[in-house]
């Protein structure tokens, strides 16, 4: 029999959707009982360690382990010879000869880092000392660490590929050329978009299990994408997919540092079965995970404009390249977006630009949050303030006149249907204040900038499909499992998913209990990155909550006689949709369902595919998402021209995120998001010399902290984007994008100084401070 | 394990702690421990060794403490920063001592370092350094056998912050009326590494400066004193363009010039700044 | 050696070899692994805990340097099944993202607002300078605090 229902899930989120609904995970957090990876105490548990080259370059001549095997406590070490010498990579789909990283080299390492083997021992003493106890002989070989000299002919190659270059990216709409000639004003702008590091809190870290007899692997890995893990872990290890299981616990930050198997994931399983099956964990130092995960591009990025009198934006040409570090990573994809984001702001139909992914014996660099846009996005910013200058014209005025549409085909075949960003720039003048204060606060050393940004909300870049999935599985006693494959690293994914789910279903989100993230149990997901989750994984769980309540109604309608088009669910009740008369509580719906007569599982499935078209990468055309964002963002700062020093005073970002599911969440995304743009305008800068990374710490390489940020402003609007879950685009990375163009904007109309290359310190102020002076 | 087998050692007294100062082999004193730890933790990931006995100070009562008395301020070695932050101090010169507490690295540090340890790690770029030797202050040292050697910062730092006998408190007199000015920068704003502290002590009559202390610490060198800056203040007197004058006066080692353009620049504009802002504070 | 120590007001006596630091105490060996790290350098804060009530890093601190002392861990802060009004706020003021640095920065948090419950946004700041939150972006945690010290020092019963 049915148990008796209750009524303890109604609460005050009945309605969840668009309500500031409070984490899942907030009890687990401030108690410091939520369990992350690094919590993981298993019994037996080994601690494994990477060896990793200590040359940026270099032959390996030989490996002997035999010293570290016979080291008392020593229970596993695995080198090459161990593996089946698979490479792997994050492009395959589209870049197949980007594959470039072995999981454990036997042949040559490429950077300071460079993973050749591995130890499981019984304690952290023993396999420190076992790694230096492996003996290995190296050539040395020449390195290159500089993009420009990476690229000349007769560079030490690194690869095979051609003077370094993994991939060439070239994006040409109409006939830049000629436009250019048309032109009554153009402008030549060389940036330098420097380093930055995800530097999540939680660093990376894995507990790997090999099941000897069943061959069957379990990774519980601090991970942003379990799924991709998962496939990586299968092609390297020559497994099906169904015997590996990687679990997602809750992950301390991610900021796309953890979007892809590392050849610790890879170890850690590896070391596991040589030790007979006992767990393995292997947990990075902070100074590994400075050097050895992945980080920003560092990119030159050159652009050249081409504008008539009244600001018509005629032509865009330029040339990007991207310190790519060893290995390709998602390199492609990240220089692709630094590109073609161009295409979601501004009108253009006369565009050349080619985009370098160059190798060089530096870290790897991955795509970290921004992908590319970050670059873009203060290059390109900061030379449109720069164009809007030579023809006399406000930089506001020369926007609006040359902003993309809604409800436009770009020149690249992107379709953007809702579009804010007209909006959110009045909204963000209007409340900054621009009118009253750019170019009038001069005496006060104070200045106004803006940046307007737009990013792929929904998008497919990766592999065949990226479509998400979810179960809404609706229990007896009324509570309601929510499986998801989508990866919360903090963001509240799983709080927002909750949410969707439980408006789709038309409950209570009190009845929603999340499950997310382990390759076994939840539908498929690629991951957390490219602000999709909301989009994606919340469309699904949209489909899933709808078809529960569908597999509800189908038999309240049975037994009702009724039509099932007739009937809906709706804050905890059953209604008749024609007047919203109430039938019967969801509770007594459920009873029905679980009776003897029906005992009918409510089991709701829900798959999402965006609607995009596959990028074509020779020619950059493609819709690559299924949902744009936009927004425009105004920083007020005042220098200090004695000591260089730059206050931002306050920061305002007016966001199109179509519908906030949960309006917390999106103005904690928007505020984080921001502090991580101030960092890497300012201080954010992963610094190499030969290979060798300077500040691979905390101390050396500042992140944003409690003191000396801006009063920050979020402005939401909303659109209602229709394909969205509820109207929602989401909200992950994109208020970093313009955040150091509006403040280097600011900079120009405070003091008159131009900065070209992040990050703006005091020493750079001071100078062309001086040089302005003489 | 994050540190080597050590032997933790916990006098109660001063004179104990002296005793084992001098006695104990390979060790090394454990004040707050933000130094110390770190950099035992840090050593042992290299692989290498580290001191076998940890004297410890944390139970030795008679070196906690800040007590004003009669005219004489003194601060135990043991004293945490943000206890001294905390400490009410005579209204006046001495109030520097807050301002530098509060520019010294991060709130869990402040909690923990310690006025002595700051003094005594022979790190060159420490804060106290400077404001010692700048408010003329005393440092003194027990010896096993209970003798105290009192000694000026500025030798101490001369002597690269060496000691045979163990630290155990400042003391600073209060004499006349004097102002003071600290200014300490950091590499970048958010960079910790302080690059330059500069503590300006003077006492002014009828707009001319007396008594001028100036304590550098340029970041690659021990706290010192500037001996030919402090000439030149002492036959001068409080103006606009004092702390502009004053920049003609700089001594080339003791102001690096061979430390990047920015720093440099920052020696000049803090200098500049910290005069001006005695100065403007008026005649006594 | 015999190391007697009070952590989250119980006295506990463990077996130590000495070179143990509290952080390690704590996880390894009292399973609290509310207490993080995340960088071994005295920068992150993670591994904040209360020592006196004083905000202290736990990773350099030695445990046997620290008996007699009142120690105090995430742990200790709820009582029972309520929460300590910082921890209610956090959730409540949308405070907590990832989560990885909450425990350190709620401890560093309580340490403060036990001092001063209406601390200025400056004081707020320089409290919690030692903790690094990379997801916040720190307004909604500022706000917690604000809030939590109104309700720390008006009574139990007021509302947030």
Not at chain 2, 85 to 99: E, N, Q, R, Y
Not at chain 2, 239 to 244: A, E, F, I, N, V
């Amino acid at each position: 029999m049915a148990l008796t229902p209750k009524s303890k899930f109604v609460d005050q989120y009945v309605d969840p959707v668009g309500k500031s609904v409070p984490r899942i995970e907030g009890r687990g957090i401030v108690t410091g009982q939520l369990k992350y990876v690094f919590d993981v105490q298993m019994a037996n548990m080994l601690v494994g360690k990477m060896l990793r080259s200590p040359h940026p370059h270099a032959r390996i001549i030989s490996i002997d382990t035999s010293k570290a095997e016979a080291l008392p406590g020593v229970k596993a070490i695995v080198t090459a010879q161990d593996t089946h010498q698979i490479k792997f990579g994050s492009n395959e789909y589209f870049f197949p000869h980007t594959v470039d990283q072995m999981a454990l080299e036997s042949l040559k390492v490429r950077y300071i880092g460079d993973e050749l083997a591995a130890v499981a021992a019984v304690d952290e003493e023993t396999a420190d000392e076992a790694l230096r106890l492996i003996d290995v002989k190296y050539e040395i070989l020449p390195g290159v660490f500089e993009i420009e000299e990476a690229i000349k002919p007769g560079a030490p190659q690194i690869h095979e590929s051609l003077n370094n270059i993994a991939v060439i990216l070239p994006v040409n709409f109409g006939n830049p050329e000629r436009l250019m000639k048309e032109a009554d004003s153009v402008r030549e702008s060389r940036f330098w978009c420097p380093v930055a590091h995800p530097s999540p809190m939680e660093p990376h870290v894995c507990v790997g299990q090999w099941e000897t007899f069943t061959n069957k692997i379990t990774l519980w890995s601090s991970s942003q994408a379990p799924f991709k893990c998962r496939e990586a872990l299968a092609k390297t290890l020559k497994m099906d997919l169904n015997d590996i299981r990687v679990i997602k616990m809750a992950v301390g930050g991610g900021f796309g540092g953890k979007l892809e198997m590392l050849p610790m994931d890879f170890a850690a399983c590896l070391l596991s079965k040589k030790a007979g099956g006992l767990p393995v964990k292997i947990c990075l130092t902070r100074e590994e995970e400075f050097t050895t995960t992945r980080r920003k591009h560092g990119m030159i990025y050159k652009v050249k404009t081409g504008v008539k009198k009244d600001g018509t934006l005629l032509a865009i040409t330029g040339e990007v390249l991207a310190d790519g570090g060893a290995y390709c990573s998602y390199g492609p994809t990240v220089l692709a977006a630094a590109m073609m984001r161009i295409f979601m702001v501004y009108k253009i139909q006369h565009f050349r630009m080619t985009g370098y992914r160059v190798y060089t014996n530096n870290p790897i660099s991955g795509a970290m949050r921004g992908f590319g846009g970050v670059q873009s996005g203060f290059a390109i910013e900061s030379h449109m303030d720069l164009v809007a200058k030579d023809i006399g014209m406000d930089p506001i005025e020369f926007r609006l006149k040359n902003i993309t549409e809604p409800n436009t085909v770009t020149v690249n075949k992107m379709i953007l249907t809702t579009n804010g960003l007209k909006e959110c720039i009045e909204k963000a003048v209007i409340a900054s204040g621009w009118n009253q204060k750019r170019g009038k606060q001069k005496h006060l050393k104070r200045g106004i900038g803006i940046g307007i940004a737009a990013d792929v909300m929904g998008s497919k870049m990766y592999k065949s499909h990226e479509s998400a999935g979810a179960i809404v599985k609706v229990e007896e006693d009324g509570s309601v499992y929510l499986f998801t494959g989508a990866a919360d690293t903090g963001q509240g994914s799983n709080t927002a998913l909750s949410q969707i789910a439980a408006q789709a279903l038309g409950v209570s989100f009190s009845r929603i209990k999340c499950k997310a993230g382990d390759t076994e149990i939840t539908p498929f997901d690629t991951g957390s990155f490219a602000s999709r989750v909301t989009f994606i994984s919340g469309n699904a769980a949209l489909l899933g909550g709808k078809d529960a309540k569908l597999q509800i109604l189908e038999i309240v309608a049975k037994d009702n006689n009724l039509n099932i088009d007739d009937l809906d669910i709706r804050a905890e009740k059953v209604i008749f949709r024609k007047d919203n008369r109430v039938l019967m509580s969801f509770d007594k719906a459920l009873e029905l369902c679980y009776s003897f007569k029906y005992g009918k599982q409510i089991i709701g499935r829900g798959s999402y595919n965006p609607k995009t078209t596959p990028i074509d990468f020779r020619s950059g055309e493609g819709n690559v998402s299924g949902s744009y964002g936009f927004e425009a963002q105004i920083a007020e700062v005042e220098v200090d021209t004695d000591t260089g020093v730059v206050k931002v005073l306050e920061l305002w970002d007016a966001h199109d995120i179509g519908k906030a599911i949960n309006p917390q969440s999106v103005e904690g995304q928007i505020e984080g998001s921001l502090a991580m743009g101030i960092g890497y305008t300012f201080y954010e800068d992963l610094r190499f010399k030969n290979g060798r990374v300077l500040n691979a710490n905390f101390a050396g390489y500042r992140v944003p902290r409690s003191i000396g940020l801006p009063k920050m402003n979020s402005l939401l609007v909303e659109t209602d984007e229709l394909e969205g879950p509820f109207g929602a685009k989401g909200m992950g990375e994109a208020a970093l994008l313009p955040t150091a163009a509006a403040i280097a904007n600011a900079v120009e109309d405070a003091i008159g100084v131009r900065i070209m290359e992040l990050p703006i310190t005091p020493d750079k102020i001071i100078k062309a401070l001086k040089e302005q002076a003489m | 394990m994050l540190l080597n087998p050590l032997t933790l050692h916990l006098p109660k007294t001063r004179l104990e702690a002296a005793r084992l100062y001098k006695e104990l082999e390979d060790s090394k004193v454990l004040a707050g421990g933000t130094f110390l730890l770190n950099s035992m933790k840090l050593l042992k990931t290299k692989g290498t060794k580290t001191a076998r006995n940890v004297l410890s100070l944390a139970k030795v009562e008679d070196l906690k403490g800040v007590t004003f008395q009669g005219d004489t301020l003194t601060i135990k070695a043991m004293t945490r920063i943000n206890d001294l932050l905390a400490s009410p101090l005579p209204d006046g010169h001495l109030k520097i001592l807050h301002t530098v507490c509060k520019n010294i690295s991060t709130n869990p540090i402040r909690n923990m370092a310690t006025v002595g340890g700051n003094l005594t790690c022979r790190y060159t770029w420490t804060e106290m350094g400077a404001v010692m030797i700048a408010l003329d202050a005393k440092m003194h040292f027990l010896g096993p056998d209970g003798k105290e050697d009192i000694i000026a910062p500025e030798d101490f730092f001369k002597n690269a912050a060496r000691s045979e006998k163990l630290f155990t408190h400042v003391t600073i007199k209060t004499q006349g009326v004097a102002r003071t000015a600290y200014r300490r920068v950091k590499k970048t704003v958010h960079v910790d590494i302080p690059l330059l502290a500069i503590c300006v002590k003077t006492e002014i009559k009828d707009k001319k400066w007396y008594n001028t202390r100036i304590g550098i610490n340029n970041g690659s060198a021990f706290a010192q004193r500037d001996p030919v800056l402090e000439e030149f203040l002492n036959k001068s007197s409080s103006s606009p363009d004092l702390g502009k004058e004053a920049l003609n006066h700089l001594t080339n080692t003791i102001y690096d010039t061979r430390s990047s353009d920015y720093k440099q620049h920052m020696f000049r504009v803090s200098l500049k700044s910290a005069i001006e802002e005695i100065s403007q504070k008026g005649t006594l | 050696m015999e190391v007697n120590l009070t952590i989250n007001k119980k006295p506990i006596t463990l077996n130590l070899k000495g070179n143990e630091t509290l952080l390690e105490v704590l996880r390894d060996h009292l399973s609290l692994t509310g207490t993080k790290t995340a960088c071994q350098e005295t920068e992150c804060g993670t591994c904040t805990v209360m020592i006196n009530g004083k905000a202290t890093l736990s990773c350099i601190t030695l445990a046997a340097n620290v008996q007699g002392e009142e120690i105090t861990s995430i742990e200790g802060l709820a009582q029972g099944d309520v929460l300590h009004p910082v921890q209610q706020a956090f959730i409540e003021y949308g405070s907590v993202q990832c989560g990885f640095c909450i425990p350190g920065m709620i401890m560093s948090s309580v340490a403060l607002l036990e001092k001063n419950p209406t601390p200025t946004q400056e004081e707020i700041e320089y409290a919690l300078d030692g903790n690094i939150c990379r997801c916040a972006g720190y307004p909604k945690i500022f706000e917690a605090v604000r809030e939590a010290g109104k309700k720390m020092k008006n009574g139990p019963n007021t509302k947030i």
